[in-house]
């Protein structure tokens, strides 16, 4: 993975505790960056595979602090307003600034519309649609108020750019991510705040295990299907998507904003 320079700048990472957001976490600390990790910490009825805990966001911490820079662990619920405000207040009592913004936190339960129920969509709207714009919004605030500009980096997917059989209510809020992001690049471009989103598709995580454990027959059948594949074959590892996250994050890509980047395998070429 190439180097970047975020010596003295802190990266504020949302779902961190594993996955795609340790991986992230550890990244940053790896080129020069305190982290702020948050996580819910707790699985919730809707998400219908576990999620992760406390202890996992430790281990996040642990890894961060092993590549000699600062972490702080907030438990958050990214949907949840007043939690969202109160992380980002305890990021800045303990750094005094969030410079880059690495919106990951998402949720997978599996479902076909016509099975799913109100409360699963509801949570799934919330938390990868409704948490994105929130932690954008209490960060963004920030990054206008103390000027200098900022990056803000949003996990979308492949199945914000296609469509996803049995996770129709995933694939409505991580198209709605790409729609926030760029509208987010326009706002904030005059602040010279950059917003971009990544759009993996499935990486080799404890997420995905989770989602595949829970898929039935006929969701499956129809996945085959009609569902992208990965071209170049294995499926793609977190640090793949760390790789992009970086360079957004990085003065490199600083005239980079409203993109929505496919670290796919290919997945949206077919």
Not at 72 to 101: Q, T
Not at 140 to 162: C, K, L, Q
Request: negative net charge; contains cysteine; proline residues 2%.
């Amino acid at each position: 993975m190439a180097q970047y320079d975020f010596d003295g700048k802190v990266a504020f990472v949302t779902g961190a505790a594993r996955g795609q957001g340790r991986s992230h976490a550890v990244s940053y600390a790896e080129n020069g960056a305190d982290v702020v990790v948050t996580d819910i910490c707790e699985t919730t009825e809707e998400s219908k595979y576990e999620l992760s805990g406390e202890e996992e966001l430790a281990e996040t911490v642990d890894a961060v602090e092993s590549r000699g820079r600062d972490a702080l662990a907030v438990k958050m619920d990214v949907s949840k307003e007043a939690e969202v405000e109160y992380a980002v207040e305890e990021a800045l009592s303990e750094f005094g600034r969030i410079d880059i913004l690495a919106n990951n936190a998402g949720i997978a339960p599996v479902s076909g519309l016509m099975d799913l129920d109100e409360a699963t969509w509801d949570a799934t709207l919330d938390v990868n649609l409704k948490g994105m714009w929130l932690c954008a919004k209490h960060v963004g605030r920030h990054m206008i108020e103390r000027g200098g500009g900022g990056r803000i980096v949003n996990t979308s997917s492949v199945a914000g750019m296609a469509s996803s059989p049995g996770l129709g209510h995933y694939t409505a809020a991580k198209h709605g991510v790409i729609g926030l992001t760029k509208t987010l690049a326009m706002e904030l471009a005059p602040h010279d705040v950059t917003v971009n989103a990544v759009c993996p598709s499935a990486v080799d995580t404890a997420m995905t295990s989770g989602i595949v454990e829970t898929i039935d027959d006929d969701i499956a059948e129809i996945a085959e299907q009609s569902g992208p594949d990965n071209v170049l074959g294995d499926i793609i590892q977190a640090e793949d998507v760390s790789a992009a996250f970086m360079w957004l994050s990085s003065d490199d890509a600083r005239f980079v904003t409203g993109i929505a980047l496919p670290v796919a395998a290919g997945a949206t070429a077919v």
